[in-house]
Every structure is written in structure tokens, then in C-alpha cells.
């Protein structure tokens, strides 16, 4: 790769899905991505891992990327020709282009499983202020963000929306079953979890869980999952209370 900024951690990098990340830290990678059932398919080439070093594409001798912002104000902002060198030598492959910004889209489980089904996606992450208005707008960026606050920089989002994306991948969790019943996935947040021993500290699981009754189990998994949601998320109670009576005419 040109300026020697690439570094692949799939053995073939003939994955079909793959990642790549352009970032000022590419030793921040694969860190948690490398472990657990990711690290496994990662290994296993399920999907494939890329990172790009910004710096590599900076064009003075002090590899500067960054600039004191136009107008005024604190901080800087990343170079739109650093960005873009970068972006135009790796030249994104097909897939989405997206830029990790608290003021971009929020990221949820709908725009999780659509990122799943792209063939590969290419994530910029930011330092500083953020990054030159121009080179966003000239990539058609889409900007993504975890939530209503800031982070130091891209490299922890990127991450997050990763594991978020490759864990829908087929192969890479086991039972499909346990994808289909955890939080979102019906508009609600998931139902509360118990396992051995039935009794802890006089604490005792719901005898229903004990009945082997599956249409109770199932019944009472979905109260408890309505009330939780209805107190703890309002605004995806109101939703799913809107699809439901939709659904119902």
C-alpha cells in the first residue's frame, strides 16, 4: 500500500466483508476486535480488518494534519488534502464511506443490520475538532454517531460500530436464536437474564422460568421486556406502541 500506511490482520484479506479504517493511531487496532468471537471469525476470514495511517499522506516534513480553524475559535481541524490523499489512495471499495461524528446519524440496530449487508465499509475516524467540511462533503460522507456525546477522537466509535456490524456477520455468533431476542431487535429492550444457581444469597429466578412451559417463558419474557422498555425508554415505548397498533389495524 502506498506510503507503507496499510497494515491487513486477515490472513488472505479475501474476506467477504471487510473494514477499513483510516485513522492517526492505527496501533489502536484490532485491540477488543482481535478478541473473543470477532478476533475468531477475524482469524477464521469471516471479515477482514484494514488499517490506514492518516499521517503516512501528509505532504510537509512535519507531517502536519491538522490547522487552526477559519473564522476563529479553539482547537483544529484535520487537513481536507490529507484526508483526501489517503481516501484516493486506497480508494474505497464498494460499500459505505462513513465519518465518526457526534453530529452524524445515530447509530442503531437498524443501521447496524444494513451495514452488515454491504460488502465492505470504509470509516474515517476524526481527531481534534473534527475534520475540513470540504473533503466530507467531496467523499459524500455519511456522518455516524454512538450518542449525544463527545469523544477524544474516532478510533473508540469505530470500534463500537464494528462489533456492532460484524457480530450480524453469519458464522460469528453461534446461535442465530440469540440475536433474534436481545435488545431492538422487536423494538424493545431485551427481558432480564437469569442462569445457575436458583436460589443466590435468597434470591430465587421466576418460578416460570423453572416451568418448562415455553409459551409462559415466552409470554413473560415479553411483559417484562414492555414494562422495562416503558420505564426506562419512553421514546421507544411510544414507538413500538405506534407499530403495534398498526400492525393490529
Given at each position: 500500500?502506498d ?28 485491540g ?13 476470514e ?24 477559519f ?43 444494513e ?20 473533503v ?31 457480530r ?53 419474557r ?28
Amino acid at each position: 500500500m502506498d506510503a507503507g500506511a496499510d497494515t491487513a490482520y486477515a490472513k488472505g484479506n479475501q474476506a467477504p466483508f471487510s473494514v477499513r479504517i483510516l485513522t492517526l493511531f492505527p496501533e489502536m487496532f484490532p485491540g477488543p476486535l482481535g478478541l473473543s468471537l470477532l478476533g475468531k471469525a477475524l482469524a477464521d476470514e469471516v471479515w477482514s480488518l484494514e488499517t490506514v495511517d492518516i499521517r503516512a499522506f501528509a505532504s510537509d516534513k512535519h507531517r502536519s494534519v491538522d490547522d487552526a480553524p477559519f473564522g476563529g475559535g479553539a482547537g483544529m481541524v484535520m487537513k481536507p488534502d490529507v484526508i483526501d490523499a489517503a481516501l484516493g489512495a486506497v480508494k474505497p471499495r464498494p460499500g459505505r464511506l462513513l465519518y465518526l461524528s457526534p453530529r452524524g446519524k445515530l447509530l442503531n440496530q437498524a443501521l447496524a443490520k444494513e451495514l452488515a449487508a454491504e460488502p465492505a465499509l470504509t470509516l474515517l475516524c476524526g481527531r481534534y475538532e473534527g475534520v475540513d467540511q470540504r473533503v466530507i462533503d467531496a467523499w459524500d460522507m455519511e456522518e455516524v454517531s454512538l450518542g449525544d456525546f463527545v469523544l477524544t477522537g474516532g478510533e473508540i466509535a469505530a470500534m463500537a460500530l464494528v462489533d456492532a456490524v460484524v457480530r450480524l456477520l453469519p458464522g460469528v455468533v453461534g446461535k442465530t436464536e440469540s440475536l433474534e431476542e436481545e435488545s431492538f431487535e422487536r423494538g424493545l429492550l431485551e427481558y432480564p437474564l437469569y442462569t445457575r444457581p436458583a436460589d443466590w444469597k435468597g434470591r430465587v429466578v421466576p418460578e416460570v422460568l423453572l416451568s418448562g412451559h415455553h409459551a409462559r417463558v415466552a409470554q413473560w419474557r415479553l411483559v417484562q421486556s414492555e414494562c422495562i422498555t416503558r420505564h426506562r425508554r419512553p421514546d421507544l415505548w411510544e414507538r413500538y406502541c405506534a407499530q403495534k397498533q398498526e400492525q393490529e389495524g
